[in-house]
């Protein structure tokens, strides 16, 4: 069955949200939702994710379940704000505890900070199903760009996250805590052994070279023209472009700020006592 999809593009941090739909009953899951941030002032706002938001009571949606990839070095998840206005289940891939535990000794978090996963809902492993209305929503774990990365296969579309990108563009770097360009190789040709029809939706784009900012491809696409997966590339020569690639890559301007409240869900840290919220940036520590 092919689910309805509806991308929403916050250009400030070049990241795709999704809003999937099963055409009959109208159950929908949210994909990847972005919380604003300013790092200059410290603010923050929900106008990207009140688009989702009035989206789906506009279209009078059910709103089942929110969904992550993983946890997002280069924008804020509005997960927590979306489940406490639409009341869906929040999910992300088990192996998430793994990455709440190294990020809690970056950045010293106290035995106060559970690490295990109990934030969000369901904590998906590979080959996990939910439903969603008629269709179903399968989890894939996709590992390499992070150890904890989760496709989700809804119908006749996945959406890859950081896994693959749109194809002039490659794919996800997997130089972050945990990450491997093995795995990622691994995880890619997972998904690309899918039907040559099947959807692909990516999590970020950048429009490369000026071209118009793009999401969706097939398996055909990637596999035909992707410029690190098309075929006839190999794991060796996949593993040494990836890791040459990402030795010359600047950490994401947002990645202090995102992790510490993405592993938590989307929780802001709690109040300090005069009712003030504090991040913590680690010196010399990445």
């Known amino acids: 069955m092919r689910a309805d999809v509806t991308p929403f593009f916050d250009e400030r941090t070049f990241t795709v949200t999704y809003v999937v739909a099963e055409p009959g009953s109208r159950a929908c899951a949210v994909v990847d939702p972005v919380l604003d941030y300013d790092p200059s002032s410290g603010r923050t706002s929900t106008a990207a994710a009140d688009k989702v938001l009035a989206f789906v009571r506009d279209n009078e949606l059910r709103p089942l379940w929110i969904l992550e990839t993983h946890a997002h070095a280069d924008h804020i998840t509005a997960a927590r704000y979306l489940r406490q206005n639409l009341g869906a289940k929040t999910g992300i891939g088990a192996q998430v505890r793994g990455v709440q535990q190294t990020f809690a000794e970056i950045f010293n978090i106290g035995p106060e900070f559970p690490r295990d996963g109990s934030q969000w809902d369901r904590l998906f492993e590979d080959g996990d199903i939910e439903p969603l209305g008629e269709l179903?929503?399968?989890?894939?774990?996709?590992?390499?760009?992070?150890?904890?990365?989760?496709?989700?296969?809804?119908?006749?579309?996945?959406?890859?996250?950081?896994?693959?990108?749109?194809?002039?563009?490659?794919?996800?770097?997997?130089?972050?805590?945990?990450?491997?360009?093995?795995?990622?190789?691994?995880?890619?040709?997972?998904?690309?052994?899918?039907?040559?029809?099947?959807?692909?939706?990516?999590?970020?784009?950048?429009?490369?070279?000026?071209?118009?900012?793009?999401?969706?491809?097939?398996?055909?696409?990637?596999?035909?023209?992707?410029?690190?997966?098309?075929?006839?590339?190999?794991?060796?020569?996949?593993?040494?472009?990836?890791?040459?690639?990402?030795?010359?890559?600047?950490?994401?301007?947002?990645?202090?700020?995102?992790?510490?409240?993405?592993?938590?869900?989307?929780?802001?840290?709690?109040?300090?006592?005069?009712?003030?919220?504090?991040?913590?940036i680690p010196l010399n520590a990445l």
Not at 216 to 235: C, F, P, W
Not at 247 to 274: M, R, T, Y
Request: charged share 20%; with cysteine.
């Open 136 to 280: 179903a929503i399968e989890a894939m774990h996709t590992p390499g760009h992070t150890p904890a990365c989760v496709s989700y296969r809804i119908g006749d579309a996945v959406f890859v996250g950081d896994t693959i990108f749109m194809p002039d563009m490659g794919t996800g770097r997997c130089d972050f805590p945990g990450g491997s360009a093995a795995q990622l190789y691994a995880s890619t040709q997972r998904i690309l052994a899918l039907p040559p029809e099947t959807r692909l939706f990516v999590g970020h784009d950048y429009g490369p070279g000026g071209r118009p900012y793009a999401w969706e491809s097939t398996v055909h696409d990637q596999r035909a023209t992707n410029k690190h997966l098309r075929d006839g590339i190999s794991e060796q020569d996949f593993v040494s472009m990836r890791e040459a690639r990402d030795a010359e890559l600047d950490f994401p301007k947002l990645i202090l700020p995102a992790v510490q409240v993405n592993i938590a869900g989307g929780a802001l840290p709690p109040p300090e006592d005069n009712g003030v919220s504090y991040l913590k």
